[in-house]
């Protein structure tokens, strides 16, 4: 069923790199016309190739290729269009850095850019019309849960994922159509039997489910079907064993990789912004009293306590009451903390920390000891996010607001989790592709 979607995706993509192509060579046929030839297109053929790879990681990172956003509506093609501006801006300064390649780009991109995303809009309409109207696959869920009526709604405004939650069996083997499940399977066509937990626990109604599975019907659980829906893990249907057989289990080698990639990141980002680091300190000590860093203790793995650096953004003082969550227009935050935050620019400095192992690259974001405390004790499994080192961004932060309520927490809890389940090399990689955008464009 979700092997469907990634196939999804991946045509989309590959059907984009067409389309560019296809518009490289319009715009070599209308700029030379009779002088187009097969030399001419070899001669722009590498460098535009190149423009092409950037274009679709910028593509990914804009959300081109999440099933959820491939609607005919306005904010789509407005996002559609941005990521193509953006790629018309760093097609012209790599021409112009790299001027070997011996093509004169200004008119040719100019022309390739009206070209390819006329192309790429008439495309992408065609295709979300394509996925909406597709005939969608039948779900039957066995046992409600708290979660799955939410799923049910999501999937009624959102026909583009494939899918339909045909119908609920809340009473599970009780429900008086229990027994006739075959017979449901096969009248409303039904591929994907969706099971609660405690039926998974029967004896027989496992080996009426088992019989579904020799018959080519897809078997899933409740909470592998909300996570595969919102990228999340839901709390309420958690339970001790879960975390045991899903995330107990060390993983040298990823851990031993990930130190070096992110030893090599790190290392990357301090050169890049270095020039950045420097203003942003001066700009602090000039329109502000007191330090431009700021220090404040969090809790990292295993509850470990550790200084996080960061650039003031409020003026000094601002918790002299103690620790409160930030609030939207905190009246605390410094002029220059309000651009600093917009951009997470304030999070600089946490380089050091990534040198000194207090956290990673990519992970569950460090909390303060006092809010550690307080939400441990209102929040189920909280303590979960600690069996990993901290992250200067991760699931959470890239899909989830800026959170200031114990209920903001709750919410961003579920993403941890599914990335101290899911995690890896690629994940870590998606995760730091989808930070470029949310460093410049999310506010906080």
């Not at 990634?6 to 192509?21: G, N």
């Not at 991109?109 to 192309?119: E, G, N």
């Not at 027989?204 to 019907?217: H, M, N, P, S, Y």
């Not at 709750?410 to 998606?430: A, G, H, P, V």
């Amino acid at each position: 069923m979700f092997g469907q979607a990634k196939s999804k995706a991946l045509f989309l993509l590959l059907s984009d790199v067409i389309v560019f192509y296809i518009a490289l060579i319009l715009t070599l046929v209308l700029r030379y016309q009779t002088g187009f030839s097969r030399y001419l297109l070899n001669q722009h053929l590498v460098p535009f190739s190149i423009i092409f790879v950037v274009s679709i990681i910028a593509f990914y990172i804009s959300g081109l290729y999440d099933l959820k956003h491939l609607k005919n509506e306005p904010a789509f093609f407005k996002i559609l269009s941005t990521a193509q501006s953006i790629n018309l801006l760093i097609a012209f300064a790599f021409f112009y850095l790299f001027p070997f390649f011996g093509v004169s780009p200004r008119t040719n991109l100019l022309l390739f850019a009206v070209i390819s995303t006329s192309l790429l809009i008439v495309w992408r309409y065609f295709f979300n019309r394509l996925v909406k109207n597709t005939r969608l696959q039948n779900v039957l869920v066995i046992g409600s849960t708290p979660d799955i009526e939410k799923v049910a709604q999501y999937l009624k405004t959102n026909p583009q994922l494939g899918l339909n939650i045909k119908l609920i069996l809340k009473n599970g083997i009780d429900d008086p159509l229990w027994l006739s499940l075959p017979e449901i399977i096969r009248k409303d066509q039904i591929s994907t039997l969706v099971i609660a937990p405690h039926i998974k626990k029967n004896q027989e109604a496992a080996k009426v489910i088992f019989d579904q599975l020799t018959k080519g019907i897809e078997i899933l659980d409740t909470l592998t079907f909300y996570e595969q829906i919102f990228s999340k893990t839901p709390l309420t249907e958690l339970e001790e064993m879960w975390f045991l057989e899903n995330v107990a289990r060390k993983r040298m080698f990823y851990e031993s990789i990930k130190k070096i990639e992110e030893t090599f990141i790190a290392f990357f980002l301090t050169v890049i912004f270095a020039p950045f680091l420097i203003i942003i300190y001066l700009l602090i000590k000039l329109t502000s009293p007191g330090p431009a860093i700021y220090k404040q203790i969090r809790a990292g793995r295993k509850e470990k306590i550790f200084t996080l650096y960061k650039f003031r953004t409020m003026r000094i003082n601002a918790e002299k009451n103690g620790p409160e969550w930030s609030q939207p227009n905190d009246e605390r935050i410094t002029p220059i903390g309000k651009i600093l935050r917009s951009s997470h620019l304030d999070e600089l400095p946490q380089l050091f920390n990534l040198f000194k192992g207090d956290i990673s690259f990519v992970g569950p974001r460090p909390e303060r000891p006092e809010f550690v405390r307080e939400l441990r004790e209102k929040i189920p499994f909280y303590d979960i996010r600690h069996i990993v080192r901290p992250g200067l961004t991760g699931w959470a932060q890239i899909n989830y607001h800026y959170g200031s309520s114990i209920e903001d927490a709750y919410e961003k809890l579920q993403y941890d989790i599914f990335y101290i389940k899911n995690r890896s090399i690629i994940l870590d990689l998606l995760i730091i592709l989808k930070t470029i955008k949310t460093f410049f464009i999310t506010p906080k």
